[in-house]
C-alpha cells in the first residue's frame, strides 16, 4: 500500500454496534464477511469470540485492503480477495458450508473515496478506473469511450436515477470525439458545462455512483448473494446487510420480503398450492440508521440503512 494512504484511522465501522449486537454474534460461532474493507466489523465480531472459537470467511475485492488484513487479523479469519458473490466456491477451502451470521457493508471505504490513484471521487483528480479489484478488465475508462449513447443514458437513468440524462451523454460523446477521456476532472467539466455549478454536487454524485456500479457489476453481485445466500444460513442465523442508496436497499428490502412471505401463489388461489414457506423474520421493521453522535465523528455514514432478519 502507498504509504501516503497506509494509515487507515479514517476508516470508521459504519453502526458498528447496531451490527455486533444484531448479528448476536456466538463464540464459536461462523461468520461471512462478506465486505470486509480493512476489517473493523470482522474485528468487533471476533472480539466475542471465545479463545478456542470462532472463525470468519472475509471477502473484499480491494487488494491493499486485503494485504492490511492479512497483517492485522487472526488466522481464524479466512481472508478472499474476490467478490463475496463468490462465496460458494471458497465454502470447501473455508471447511463450513453454514454461517451463524453473514454481513455486507456495501459502502464503499473512505481510503477509496479519498485515493485519486482509484478515481471513485469527483472531488480528486485521478484516472478514469473505479475498480474495486484491479483484475478485472473493464473500467469507467473503457464504458466512457466506447459505450453508445443509447447505453450510457440507460446507464445514468437506471444506476444514478438521473431523470433527463441526454444532454450529460451528448456533450460527453462530443468531447470524446476530439480527445479520449481519461480523468475524472474531465467527466466533472463535462458535467459542470451541462448542468452549472447549482447542485453540481448531487449530480457528480449520481454520475460516479452509476459507473462505478456499472464497473463492479454491484447490484448483480448482490442480486446472487441474495439469491443464494438462504441455503448458507443456519437455522436462526442473522443477515445483516448496510446499504447507501435505493437501488441496494431496495434489493434488500424485496428479498428479505420474498424470503418472510415464502408462498408465492396467486392471491386468487383459495389455498397455497406451491408449498413455498418462509424462511426468514425480519428483525427490525423499520432500517436503522446512525444516530447524531455517530454522525458527529463519521458524516459520510449519513446515507446507511441497515437491515436484519433472521432465518426461521
Known sequence: MNNKWANTNFHVPVLKDAVISSLCVKPNGIYLD???????????????????????????????????????????????????????????????????????????????????????????????????NTKQKITANEILNNWCKKDLINLLKNYGEIINPRNIVEELINERKNKKLVSTFQLKKIIIKIIGNYKSNKVLSKVFQAIRIEVNKELKCLEFFLTHFIDYLKSEGRIVIISYHSLEDRLVKNFFKKYEKGCICSKNFPKCICGIN??????????????????QFNSRSRSAKLRVAEKI
Not at 80 to 109: A, H, T
Not at 278 to 295: A, C, F
Open 34 to 132: 462478506g465486505t470486509l474493507g480493512f476489517g473493523g466489523h470482522t474485528k468487533l465480531i471476533m472480539k466475542k469470540f471465545s479463545d478456542q472459537g470462532g472463525k470468519v470467511l472475509g471477502f473484499d475485492g480491494d487488494i491493499d485492503a486485503i494485504k492490511f488484513c492479512k497483517k492485522n487479523l487472526p488466522s481464524s479469519c479466512k481472508i478472499i480477495n474476490d467478490s463475496y458473490s463468490s462465496f460458494e466456491k471458497y465454502l470447501s477451502e473455508f471447511g463450513e458450508r453454514k454461517f451463524d451470521g453473514m454481513l455486507l457493508d456495501l459502502g464503499i471505504s473512505s481510503y477509496q473515496i479519498d485515493n485519486p490513484t482509484k478515481g471513485f471521487s469527483y472531488k480528486n483528480d485521478g484516472p478514469l478506473d473505479m475498480r474495486f
Open 278 to 295: 418462509p424462511s426468514l423474520k425480519l428483525i427490525n421493521s423499520k432500517v436503522i440508521k446512525p444516530d447524531e453522535n455517530e454522525l
